[in-house]
């Protein structure tokens, strides 16, 4: 005969296994990642035209992180980069405007982009589609999470640079003065 305290603790070790395994998977992907509110306490160490979007984007990244670009290594983890994307002003003819630098002249705040790394992370993607321990999350102007964004075109942008751990443009990170 089993013991009535046996027969009651084996589904509740089921159920607490099975816990478990949901709040893995309701703690996994961009969820993860907050709106990093001092990013601008960075370095601002980029700023690139999207042309295809008549936006004017400007890259920040932590001193920290310039540093491990100096030194060819991987991004600590903790990394965030903050993408801060900017309408570009049009002329009459609705073309971007440039400034004096060449890039277009920043109009009206469009949203951010936030690529984080920490330790562990990224376990739960497909090897096709994992960019290490990095995620990614689109931001509103409002600082609110944009969940209409898919975040495949991140992931599959990064991919191509496994061998930089996945940062864009990294031998500019590294060339960037302080």
């Known amino acids: 005969m089993i013991c009535p305290r046996l027969r009651l603790a084996a589904p509740l070790a089921v159920g607490a296994v099975i816990g478990i395994g949901i709040d893995a ?5 961009p969820e993860r990642v907050s709106f990093p ?34 030194r060819g290594a991987p991004m600590p ?15 009459d003819q609705g073309n971007p405007r440039r400034g004096p630098d060449g890039h277009f002249v920043k109009g009206a705040l469009a949203g951010y982009g936030v ?6 992370w990224g376990s ?17 102007a409002q600082k609110i999470p944009d969940a209409s964004m898919s975040l495949t075109a991140c992931f599959g942008c990064h991919k191509a640079q496994a061998s930089n751990d ?7 990170l590294k060339d960037t003065a302080r």
Request: hydrophobic content about 35%; proline content about 2%; glycine content about 6%.
């Open 25 to 29: 998977r309701v703690d996994a992907g």
């Open 115 to 120: 690529m984080e790394k920490r330790t562990g």
């Open 124 to 140: 739960e993607y497909p090897e096709s589609l994992r960019n290490g321990e990095w995620e990614y999350r689109v931001f509103t």
């Open 37 to 70: 509110e001092n990013y601008a306490q960075g370095i601002r160490w980029l700023i690139a035209d999207r042309v295809d979007r008549k936006e004017r984007h400007e890259h920040y990244a932590p001193l920290a992180a310039m540093e491990a670009a100096r």
């Open 77 to 91: 983890s903790g990394t965030v980069f903050t993408l801060v994307r900017y309408a570009a002003e049009r002329d």
């Open 166 to 172: 996945y940062v864009q443009a990294y031998d500019k």
